[in-house]
């Protein structure tokens, strides 16, 4: 049994898995705390986007794989809410705190969806983001996390494929698919390698959580995978990267690339990027319009509780 | 029937699932419970799987080359659209959409069962063998909503009782008999609409008994929507839905 700090630090470092009851430093509980729960709202927040999309998909099998796909992504933010229950809180509070704009979700999905080949470029750069930070969380220490990260995991490189999918069916297609996917790729590219956060020296977070085994990989390192992975495929179906200094560098064995512009995000982060109010305007509404339907459900099942018991 | 009115009877299924699974697709994100994100998507995702098998069947039997799909959702005008009125009315709160697929769940459900059985056109009943399964899923679930919403709140209860009496008028025409109805049923295809209508009354009847609701009277019932003649705000449906095939009507995706 774990009761101190020592021996939940040596039971880490074995790699063994810390489990809802186990006792855990409280430095340890609030940051996946923070961390699942601001993954939930990403997932839910990241269904508007897209879903924006579903209504004008130019085909019936687009359509269908994206109602797949963002479906799962709802999905995903069951299994997270639930994973972030295990620790103590309660969803509806971590609904509230994201409502208030108190708790933070990721802030791609502050970006505006403007064509249909933004729905490409999400699902190739902004799931391929996502699966290189999550994959390694199927090995996070704490159980409940990384048991749902196996799962989503899975769902995320399929998402990863259809985007792909929709960029090799545009560039294959007449000259303004062309540009509309590599409107795309300009637009989203800066933004996916945000995803992975600030740069390692301003990174306030990332040494405890190594040390936790929550957390592996540095931002830097992550990016840069990113980086190596994704080059390659833009040049074998004809898409430019928009970045002047991106090249390939021998002595390293990896892609040198451009300054990311840190005030843009930033300022994103902050709540200054072109969608922030919006997205969370209709969240609120959302909630709001729907509680009539959340009370008449605890309602009834409370009267059916009365009429068994 | 010939095979023009075959092709009609087809569309008629496809058109339906479309414009429903249409519908259900402006919901996503903004549903009351991440639950029911879920659910909604779902069923319009089952929705579209069934307008690809039915649509993909209508079109094989156009008269000179074989329609796809695509072409008969994307690069068909108003007036050729042949589903129900009742699928393609705006999802209002999430009452009215409850209602709508309620009434339109159990009507889908027996005609399914009767296609699903029958031998004129096996490949329709291989597609309504399959439907089955889903639709049983989507009674299933507006059911329960529909009785949630009756017996839970006073507030809950006075606004689907609402959504009941609005949509009602929309429900006789399931029910009218036009020419491929008759001579669909004549090949074995399409059901005996009284017949649907019999165990149609009895499943709704029994779920707005549980749900408290009230089942209005059947007045004036509006219809059109078989004979193309649709709402005005179908237009705005297919504008959005038809917008990117439309703009780029040579572009594969």
Redesign the interface.
């Known amino acids: 049994m774990i009761q101190t700090v020592e021996q939940f630090d040596a039971y880490v470092a074995a790699e063994k898995k810390i489990e809802p009851k186990d006792w855990m430093p409280d430095g340890y509980r609030k940051t996946l705390i923070r961390q699942i729960s601001q993954h939930a709202h990403s997932e ?1 927040v990241g ?2 986007p897209e ?1 924006n999309w ?11 794989i994206l ?2 796909k ?2 799962d992504e ?2 995903h ?2 299994y997270l ?1 639930s994973a972030a229950e295990t620790l103590g809180v309660e969803r509806s509070d971590l609904v509230d705190d994201l409502l208030s704009g108190k708790a933070k979700y990721s802030s791609i999905f502050n970006y505006p969806v403007l064509t ?1 080949a933004d729905i490409g470029a999400i699902g190739w750069l902004v799931d391929g983001a996502a699966i290189l930070n999550q994959v390694p969380l199927c090995r996070c220490s704490y159980g409940p996390y990384s048991r749902s990260m196996i799962r989503v995991c899975k769902e995320e490189s399929f998402h990863q494929r259809q985007g792909y999918s ?1 960029m090799v ?2 560039m ?3 000259e ?2 062309r540009e509309m996917a590599q409107d795309a790729l300009n637009r989203w590219w800066w933004p996916s390698l945000m995803m992975f956060g600030p740069s390692d020296k301003d990174s306030e977070h990332s040494s405890q959580n190594m040390k936790w085994k929550i957390k592996r990989f540095t931002n830097d390192e992550l990016r840069q995978r990113m980086v190596d992975m994704t080059v390659p495929q833009a040049e074998c179906i004809g898409l430019k990267m928009p970045d002047k200094e991106l090249k390939w560098n021998d002595e390293t064995g990896h892609h040198d690339f451009g300054e990311i512009d840190w005030d843009e995000f930033y300022n994103v982060l902050a709540g200054n990027g072109p969608c922030n109010e919006e997205r969370l305007a ?1 969240r609120n ?2 909630h709001d ?9 605890v ?2 099942a409370d ?1 059916k509780k009365k009429t068994k018991g | 029937m010939n095979k023009s009115q075959h092709k009609q009877a087809l569309l008629r299924l496809g058109d339906d699932a479309l414009i429903l699974g249409q519908r259900l697709g402006e919901w996503c994100g903004h549903a009351p419970a991440l639950e029911e994100d879920i659910a909604l998507t779902n069923i319009a995702l089952d929705l579209i799987g069934q307008t690809q098998s039915y649509l993909s069947l209508a079109g094989s039997l156009h008269e000179d080359d074989t329609q796809t799909d695509d072409q008969l959702a994307f690069h068909r005008i108003e007036r050729d659209f042949q589903n129900l009125l009742l699928v393609e009315q705006p999802n209002g709160d999430f009452g009215d959409t409850i209602v709508r697929q309620f009434l339109f769940d159990y009507y889908a459900l027996f005609r399914a069962e009767h296609i699903a059985s029958q031998v004129f056109d096996i490949d329709a009943a291989a597609i309504a063998a399959k439907a089955i399964k889903e639709i049983r899923y989507h009674a299933d679930h507006s059911s329960k909503w529909v009785i949630r919403l009756g017996d839970g709140t006073d507030e809950s209860h006075s606004r689907v009782q609402k959504s009941l009496n609005k949509l009602w008028k929309f429900t006789g025409e399931m029910f009218t008999v036009d020419e491929i109805d008759i001579v669909g049923a004549a090949s074995g295809l399409l059901p005996d609409l009284d017949s649907i209508k019999t165990k149609w009354d009895s499943a709704i009847n029994a779920v707005l008994k549980d749900a408290t609701l009230k089942r209005p009277e059947d007045g004036w019932m509006q219809k059109g929507g078989r004979s193309g003649i649709h709402t005005e705000s179908f237009g705005f449906l297919l504008a959005e839905m038809q917008s990117l095939p439309r703009a780029y009507p040579d572009a594969t995706w």
């Open positions: 839910v269904m508007l879903g579903i209504t004008r998909a130019p085909s019936l099998q687009r359509k269908a109602l797949a963002v479906q709802a999905g933010g069951l809410y249909w929709i069916e545009l294959k297609g007449n303004a698919q209709v509404k959302a319009d729907g509680a009539w339907v959340r009370e008449a459900a309602a009834y009267k």
